[in-house]
């Protein structure tokens, strides 16, 4: 589709995280990951853990999770998780990491002793303390408890992120989300007391019944406990989700909304550094080793992980719906350490695809694309390997100079500008991907 055609339809299609989406992902002829990882740059690596448990699932989540599976099933599955650990360190070689987050699921929906185990488990595989790199870890306030807040601490975990979505319980609950304010309220009391480096809160707008005042009330409420990031995201209504099986259509006050709690957290004193992430300005940085997502490689651990070379992108099978994901699951639990020695399942990448994945994770942030950078990677100026990007600065949507930058108004349509970017055979693929 043409820009035009692009920005004459909703601002809302899809939230580009990451490149090649994993709706692109196919079996793959195995690869044994000492090979494929022999001649990639390993001093600077993002360890990334997957815990696919969840309290509850919510009805906006397409995430891979399971809902309160049984105590034994995740007992097996941080034997698995164990095995993995232990084949993957061996395979990297010398390798060291400059971050680590453990995500999912909800980290926190573990008890204390397994939470335990398993930043021990993160700690093995860093080769030292989680303290001595940047770490994050996502909670949700139906699973936080004094103990575990404790253990966070005492680990040296530096950013806490916080599933709250809203501080308003009917639109909670319209989301599919039930949770009471005054929990919600304590967990972050409890939070902010132990004086985490950054305290990160999620929100969502354009929830059902969700109004103009409603939203601001819950930005308003996340700013009393003056957290260091805020990350707004809005409401996307997805295939197998909850709300997926309503006939709503859900376009589109997002806008409004977002343009609302844009300018609200900017009055308040957050720099914007994407559509969706906000950062106080007084916060700083974090200190610790460098971590360059458009050139350094990422480790993914657990059923659901993403790991990333240069070339090669590869993970487990996806799914959505509670059944999907429950196949996948017991099916991984049951892997030994031979069969965590490869990758078998991915996508790989072109120097096209290279050169689009690089685009697509810096154009969409306020660093926007460093030209040099790109043409140190590539021996090419990005706007001769991907000439469509005149079209954004020809209708003033983003500004040229030794960086491309989008403009406010570029960078509330980022949304439809991931898309727009993505090549014509990724999304083939992603179109003829069955989901389940």
Same mark, same amino acid.
């Given at each position: 589709?043409?820009?035009?055609? +692009? ?26 990951? $000492? ?35 049984? !105590? ?93 979505? $809203? ?46 005042? $409603? ?16 990350? /707004? ?95 996948? /699951? ?20 072109? +120097? ?56 406010? !108004? ?12 993505? $090549? ?13």
């Amino acid at each position: 589709m043409t820009l035009d055609g +692009v920005l004459a339809e909703t601002p809302y299609v899809g939230y580009e995280y990451g490149y090649p989406h994993k709706m692109a992902y196919r079996p793959l002829q195995p690869r044994p990951l $000492s090979s494929l990882w022999a001649n990639e740059r390993r001093d600077s690596l993002f360890l990334y853990l997957h815990l696919p448990f969840c309290e509850m699932r919510c009805g906006f989540c397409n995430l891979f999770t399971q809902a309160n599976p049984r !105590a034994d099933f995740v007992d097996q599955y941080l034997r698995a998780l164990g095995r993995q650990a232990r084949q993957v360190r061996q395979s990297l070689g010398d390798a060291r990491f400059a971050r680590l987050a453990v995500g999912g699921g909800t980290p926190t929906f573990l008890p204390a002793r397994q939470l335990g185990e398993l930043f021990g488990l993160c700690e093995e595989v860093l080769g030292g303390a989680i303290s001595s790199v940047p770490s994050s870890v996502e909670v949700s306030p139906e699973t936080l408890d004094a103990e575990k807040i404790a253990l966070l601490r005492r680990f040296g975990v530096d950013r806490v992120s916080i599933g709250v979505q $809203s501080f308003v319980d009917g639109e909670s609950a319209a989301m599919l989300r039930p949770q009471e304010r005054r929990v919600v309220d304590a967990q972050l009391e409890a939070l902010t007391l132990a004086d985490f480096p950054t305290l990160n809160i999620d929100l969502i707008y354009g929830a059902p019944g969700q109004t103009e005042a $409603s939203w601001l009330s819950s930005l308003d409420a996340a700013l009393r406990f003056a957290p260091e990031e805020l990350y /707004l995201y809005p409401l996307y209504v997805r295939p197998l989700t909850g709300l997926g099986r309503h006939s709503r259509r859900w376009d589109d006050e997002r806008l409004r909304l977002y343009r609302l709690g844009r300018d609200r957290l900017r009055a308040a004193g957050y720099i914007q550094h994407s559509m969706r992430m906000f950062r106080l300005a007084t916060a700083g940085t974090t200190p610790g080793p460098v971590y360059c997502v458009q050139d350094d490689g990422m480790v993914g651990l657990g059923c659901g992980a993403r790991s990333y070379t240069a070339d090669v992108h590869y993970a487990t099978d996806w799914a959505v719906s509670a059944r999907g994901v429950k196949e996948i /699951l017991a099916a991984w639990v049951e892997r030994d350490e031979a069969a965590f020695s490869v990758a078998d399942y991915g996508v790989e990448l072109s +120097v096209e695809e290279q050169q689009r994945r690089y685009v697509i994770l810096t154009l969409l942030t306020s660093a926007g694309v460093d030209r040099a950078g790109f043409r140190a990677r590539f021996d090419l100026d990005v706007l001769d390997a991907l000439p469509m990007l005149n079209a954004l600065s020809a209708r003033g949507l983003m500004q040229v100079d030794t960086h491309l930058r989008l403009d406010d !108004a570029g960078m509330e349509r980022s949304d439809a500008l991931g898309p727009w970017l993505r $090549s014509t055979e990724m999304q083939a693929r992603m179109t003829e991907f069955e989901l389940r």
